[in-house]
């Protein structure tokens, strides 16, 4: 049952993607008797993280529930206090983390605080999907830089215009909508100064 509602937090995640940088958009799942009791996704940017979200939607339901979280809950004070605060509150006896956070203002420290308040925690699960799931957070974190994503639309021959000059479309309506949700997602787009009118 733990892979069954971890997978439910990280698709409650992506309804948070491109919408709360510089926070990761991380994905919490309280299950009670075996049941979803409530889900939370990460907020914008100075608003409620997932767990504090999904917690609030639960109420005093929470109490003895388990969590399922993506990413490990922060345990610092930031736009918004600890989440480890808010779950040790709540009275959650379980937590199933993902993945652990590297921020080196997380790393380990959120599953230890709330292992030392006596809730079980669990860690490691999906890994590789939810790094892949939050690759632009974890580059920024890891690699201190931000995640590029180069896009381009070139003809089979390598062109992106006629011999002309003249520019056409080259792309079809289903790759443009593709590149509109990705720029959707993130924080800058680099464009020649020509090709933004």
């Given at each position: 049952m733990d892979r069954y509602f971890m997978k439910l937090a990280i698709r409650r995640a992506e309804k948070s993607?491109?919408?709360?940088s510089p926070n990761p958009f991380v994905g919490a799942v309280i299950v009670k008797d075996g049941k979803t009791i409530a889900e939370g996704s990460?907020?914008?940017y100075g608003?409620?993280?997932a767990e504090v979200v999904a917690l609030k939607a639960a109420g005093e339901a929470a109490r003895g529930a388990t969590m399922y979280v993506?990413?490990?809950p922060c345990c610092h004070h930031g736009?918004?206090?600890p989440c480890t605060d808010a779950i040790i509150k709540a009275g959650i006896k379980r937590v199933v983390v993902g993945i652990t956070d590297p921020n080196p203002l997380v790393a380990g420290k959120g599953i230890a605080a709330l292992r030392a308040a006596g809730i079980a925690v669990e860690s490691g699960f999906f890994e590789q999907?939810?790094?892949e799931q939050l690759e632009y957070y974890l580059c920024y974190i890891n690699k201190k830089r931000?995640?590029?994503i180069w896009k381009m639309a070139l003809s089979l021959d390598g062109k992106y215009a006629a011999s002309d000059g003249s520019a056409k479309?080259?792309?079809n309506p289903a790759s443009r909508r593709s590149v509109h949700k990705l720029r959707a997602e993130v924080e800058v787009v680099l464009a020649g100064i020509r090709s933004v009118s």
């Open positions: 993607r491109g919408k709360c990460t907020m914008p608003y409620d993280h993506s990413l490990e736009k918004t206090p999907e939810i790094y931000p995640f590029v479309w080259i792309s």
